[in-house]
Structure formats: structure tokens, C-alpha cells
């Protein structure tokens, strides 16, 4: 059993630091593209599933093409593909949302694992992947800085990216301010000329390109190939990191951050000899979840027009 010293030392190592923001990099980007979503007054339930078809697509392009860009390219594009139709049930259709989302998440997971045991059997080959971090020149070498934050996977990178464009995005472009009116008053913003479901269209396509970068990271950023379930519910983290967040892409970094460092906990914690069973501490992320959820339920302002339909008189 380590001392209490040994377990302080851990949680502020570089090594430790590191692992905790590479972990929760499929967290950040999935819940900056839904909270896009969400602006507009889409929730899309869905994101569990759009990530599993990230992962397992960026698996397949990768395996096929040799070459892990490629593979990214065509998760990002399958899941945009995937966004577009439902977005077509939801606004033009409006069919229920938390339905439409549930079935997305169903689907994704039965088809992904036919496809996968069709396709690759009952074991996936090992494909073309991000192993090794790509180090920033000259960031990297900064003492403790550089390791913590300038040491990543290029995947790790662009999710990051994504925090201060979808801030640019939504707070500081007209598009923006578009999509933030039709997540609050719909009506109102089609009376002033702002059409309405084609600002949702481009908002929901968003989150789905958004979404399957994060479920890329599972296989092209970690493990090197496609398990059944791999993305483990982390989708619906990233939709309580959103509501945590209160739709705000920098809270949404730092919750992320939050559970990537519960997710950390996961993987180190067994080094530390610290007899834990597995099975309770992979809980960690999950339980770490529920307690931010029940300290900001009932304080948070939800888009008043979210889960809406919105259709002309």
C-alpha cells in the first residue's frame, strides 16, 4: 500500500498530468460539438453513437488505406453523413429528438458490431495509429510545462484546438449569434430573417463531425484497433459535461479536464499498489459524473427552445 505522500506526488506528476489531458481529449471535443448543438436548439441524445461509429470507421479507413489521416477523414465524414440524416428527421420530419437519439445509439452499436465480426472476425487486426506523441518544438522542452501540455498525440491537439474555435464560432460570428437566437426563440429569429432550420442543419452536421473526431481517438489514438462498445458510454459524459458546463465551450474544457483526470486515476492508481478492485475503480469517470450533475441540476439555464421543433405557421 503506498503513503498518502506517494499518492499526492502521483496526482501532481508530469507523467500523471499528461495522461489525465490525453484522456479527456474524446470529452472535449464531443461536448464542444454538442453544445453547438444545443445552441441551436438541437440535443442530440445520439452522441454515444456517433462516436462509436467515429471509432469504428476511423478503424476501417485506416486499415484500408494504411494511413491514419485517412482514417480520421473518414470517421469525421461518415459521422457528418450520419449528423445530416439526423438532422433531417429531427427538423424537417421533427421527429422526438431523445428518441431519434436513442435509436442512433442502438443502431450504432449492433451495426458496428456486425460489421466488425463480418468484416474482421473475432479478432481486429492492429491497424496504423497515433502510438507516439508528436512534441511542439521548443514548447515541449519547457520544464513542466512542455511535458504536461506540448506532449500529445496530434488527435489530443486538434481537440483542444476546438475549445477556442467553437467559442470564436458561436460567440464572436453572425452565424453564432444565429444559432444561439434559434436555441432561445425561434419565432423571433425567423421573424428578423434568420432561417431557422437551416441554421440547425449546419449546427447538428457540426456536432456530428465534432463527435466523430472524438470516437476516432479510441482506436487511432489509443488502443490501435476497434473493440465492440469501445467508447464505453463516454458519449453520454460528454453530454453531462455540456450541461455541467452550462454551454459554455471553456467550461466544458475544464469539466472535461475533471474527468479525464478521473479517468487517469483509472490506469495509474494500480502502479501505485494501491488494492483497489478494478470493476470499482473504472466506476471513477461514471461517479465523478453524477456527483457534478446533481451539484448543478436545477441551476443551470437550459436553451429555452432546446428539443423544440420549430416549424412555420
Request: proline share 6%; with cysteine; aromatic share 10%.
Amino acid at each position: 500500500m503506498s503513503a498518502p505522500g506517494d499518492f499526492v506526488s502521483l496526482l501532481l506528476s508530469t507523467e500523471f498530468l499528461n495522461t489525465g489531458l490525453r484522456v479527456a481529449a474524446p470529452y472535449v471535443a464531443a461536448s464542444v460539438g454538442e453544445i453547438v448543438s444545443e445552441r441551436a436548439g438541437i440535443v442530440n441524445i445520439g452522441l454515444e453513437g456517433l462516436m462509436l461509429t467515429g471509432a469504428f470507421v476511423g478503424t476501417l479507413g485506416s486499415y484500408y488505406s494504411g494511413n491514419m489521416w485517412f482514417g480520421v477523414l473518414a470517421a469525421v465524414v461518415v459521422t457528418g453523413l450520419i449528423a445530416a440524416g439526423q438532422a433531417f428527421l429531427m427538423i424537417t420530419l421533427a421527429a422526438d429528438q431523445v428518441v431519434s437519439g436513442i435509436g442512433l445509439n442502438l443502431g450504432a452499436l449492433g451495426l458496428t458490431t456486425f460489421l466488425s465480426r463480418t468484416i474482421f472476425g473475432q479478432q481486429p487486426p492492429q491497424i496504423s495509429y497515433f502510438a507516439q506523441p508528436w512534441p511542439i518544438p521548443v514548447l515541449s522542452d519547457i520544464p513542466v510545462i512542455g511535458p504536461i501540455f506540448f506532449n500529445h498525440l496530434p488527435i489530443v491537439y486538434v481537440a483542444y484546438i476546438l475549445v477556442p474555435l467553437v467559442y470564436l464560432l458561436l460567440f464572436r460570428t453572425r452565424w453564432g449569434l444565429s444559432a444561439r437566437a434559434t436555441g432561445e426563440q425561434p419565432r423571433a429569429a425567423d421573424s428578423v430573417g434568420i432561417p431557422v432550420n437551416r441554421v440547425r442543419y449546419t449546427a447538428t452536421i457540426l456536432c456530428g463531425l465534432m463527435a466523430g473526431l472524438a470516437g476516432t481517438y479510441f482506436t487511432l489514438g489509443n488502443l490501435g484497433t476497434f473493440t465492440e462498445n469501445i467508447t464505453a458510454g463516454n458519449g453520454f459524459i460528454a453530454l453531462a459535461v455540456v450541461i455541467a458546463a452550462k454551454w459554455y465551450p471553456g467550461r466544458a474544457l475544464a469539466m472535461s479536464l475533471l474527468f479525464g483526470i478521473a479517468r487517469a486515476l483509472v490506469v495509474w492508481v494500480p502502479s501505485m499498489g494501491i488494492e483497489v478492485p478494478y470493476t470499482l475503480l473504472n466506476t471513477l469517470p461514471y461517479l465523478a459524473t453524477l456527483i457534478v450533475y446533481m451539484g448543478v441540476a436545477g441551476r443551470t439555464h437550459v436553451p429555452a427552445a432546446l428539443g423544440v421543433p420549430y416549424q412555420k405557421d
